[in-house]
């Protein structure tokens, strides 16, 4: 979004505000309304019903007007559950139970009763659903473990084609053309955030098949490994599925043949030994991964599929020799058995890059605008130096003292409702802006926050004061 954009639909929005175009009552909104000029009713906490302020269940809230829900999230326990929890502090900790909301606290329960409204009311005004991640998620270092990929996946199950993913936000959206959607944004933790957006790492490697499967692999810095697993699509963008740890070392390399078969190999962290790990990316993109073996010792190993089998490459620990291995796969043991050890004339293979038939795809560290220098960065035979990243299912909410890489591209911005000056800015540069803990009449900015956040929904002043602010249903 650029900036001439926001301030055209800033210019829109107080044109709106000043000819008196936005629809008293709170019925409806007037044609064409910009969604980033449009109030609406929104709730602070939302989960806390009647335990913490006056708001009653999410039902009874969203049939009264509020178009906006927060939901604090945590990710105890997401290994025996397999899913997040809802609550304050911890899963359960100020959750109003009653009023038909869930009896249990996990997400999932939760989302369904607000999709399952949302299907009840199919030309509601846009409805955001806001998930306040009060843990750091990436430490959760696999798809099972709850990462961010799996929160992406419980996300689109939850709310099937009227979820309004990221990727698909609409330039110059209107509040008519987005009713009856979902939108869901990211909140709290300010490292998943960032992580949501983009990865960094070093020493990246790729590889692709026939199928245009992709896997790129990468080390933490510090001597993690950790991978991405990806579709190469008939746009000639790759589309990121799974990320996660599998192992320990430094400038790793990978090979991936098209039964989806693939063997990695890497240095020791600290140390001269090299090791392979074998495995098989599925589907959705998982991959079982081997047990980690070492087959010789050097530096910077290379490795790639040929029509003879595998062949290994890499450099002396001592000079500058190359040494070659040859090796054949067995994957269902998932073991290389390794011959042929040799010097040789021939360089190590660029790990960086890899192609089959007409596809690409080449993997490099560079900052994109704020983010570091080790963002990760991908670029096929078609489209250039687009970052590593999960699906931008989700929007990635910018609050006020928040690194300028989150920032970058935001299109939904939050601070406390005392932050008047944050509000207002916000608002007059085209964003769309919670204010929260909105609780009382003279918190009120001009223009007032897309979301007053409250905790008293329906108390008098507020009602009072989003219906004179024209707010949306």
């Known amino acids: 979004m650029t900036a001439r954009t926001l301030r055209g639909r800033a210019a829109i929005a107080v044109a709106a505000v000043t000819a008196g175009l936005l629809l008293t009552g709170g019925t409806g909104a007037a044609a064409g309304m910009p969604f980033t000029a449009a109030v609406f009713q929104a709730t602070h906490?939302?989960?806390?019903?009647?335990?913490?302020?006056?708001?009653q269940s999410l039902t009874y809230q969203l049939d009264h007007g509020v178009r906006f829900l927060e939901l604090d999230v945590h990710d105890n326990g997401y290994t025996t559950s397999r899913d997040y929890?809802?609550?304050?502090?911890?899963?359960g900790h100020l959750v109003d139970h009653s009023g038909g909301n869930p009896a249990s606290n996990n997400l999932r329960d939760w989302l369904a009763v607000v999709a399952s409204w949302s299907a009840a009311h199919p030309t509601h005004a846009p409805l955001v659903v806001m998930l306040d991640l009060k843990d750091n998620l990436t430490d959760n270092g696999s798809y099972a473990a709850g990462d961010l990929a799996a929160l992406n996946d419980e996300l689109r199950a939850a709310f099937g084609t009227r979820l309004l993913r990221a990727d698909d936000y609409p330039a110059d959206a209107t509040v008519d053309a987005l009713r009856g959607r979902v939108l869901t944004l990211l909140s709290g933790d300010a490292t998943t955030r960032a992580a949501y957006r983009r990865d960094v790492g070093h020493h990246p490697a790729i590889a692709i098949n026939g199928h245009g499967r992709v896997v790129e692999v990468h080390d933490s810095g510090s001597g993690a490994l950790w991978y991405w697993t990806g579709t190469y699509g008939a746009d000639g963008r790759v589309t990121w599925q799974r990320h996660g740890r599998y192992g320990s070392g430094?400038?790793?390399?990978?090979?991936l043949n098209d039964n989806g078969d693939l063997v990695e190999v890497h240095q020791s962290q600290n140390g001269t030994t090299l090791w392979y790990q074998t495995g098989h990316v599925d589907s959705s993109g998982e991959i079982s991964w081997s047990a980690s073996r070492q087959y010789d010792n050097g530096v910077l190993p290379s490795v790639a599929f040929t029509g003879s089998g595998l062949r290994e490459v890499h450099r002396s620990q001592s000079s500058d020799q190359n040494w070659t291995w040859q090796g054949a796969l067995d994957a269902n043991a998932g073991t290389v058995s390794w011959t042929g050890n040799a010097t040789t004339a021939d360089p190590r293979y660029d790990t960086t890059t890899s192609a089959h038939d007409d596809m690409s795809v080449t993997v490099h560290t560079a900052a994109d605008g704020a983010t570091p220098a080790n963002t990760l960065r991908v670029s096929t035979d078609r489209?250039?130096?687009?970052r590593i990243q999960y699906p931008q299912t989700a929007f990635d909410e910018y609050q006020d003292g928040d690194s300028a890489e989150l920032r970058q591209g935001a299109l939904f911005y939050g601070a406390p409702a005392t932050h008047s000056s944050f509000i207002t800015s916000a608002r007059a540069s085209g964003r769309v802006v919670r204010g929260w803990d909105f609780d009382s009449a003279a918190q009120a900015t001009t223009?007032?926050?897309?979301?007053?956040?409250?905790?008293t929904p329906y108390a008098s002043w507020y009602q009072t004061l989003v219906r004179q602010a024209g707010a949306v249903r």
């Open 45 to 55: 906490n939302s989960y806390s019903g009647d335990v913490a302020g006056a708001k």
């Open 85 to 91: 929890g809802v609550g304050h502090d911890s899963p």
């Open 250 to 255: 430094v400038t790793p390399a990978i090979a």
């Open 383 to 386: 489209v250039s130096g687009a």
């Open 447 to 455: 223009p007032l926050a897309n979301y007053p956040a409250t905790n």
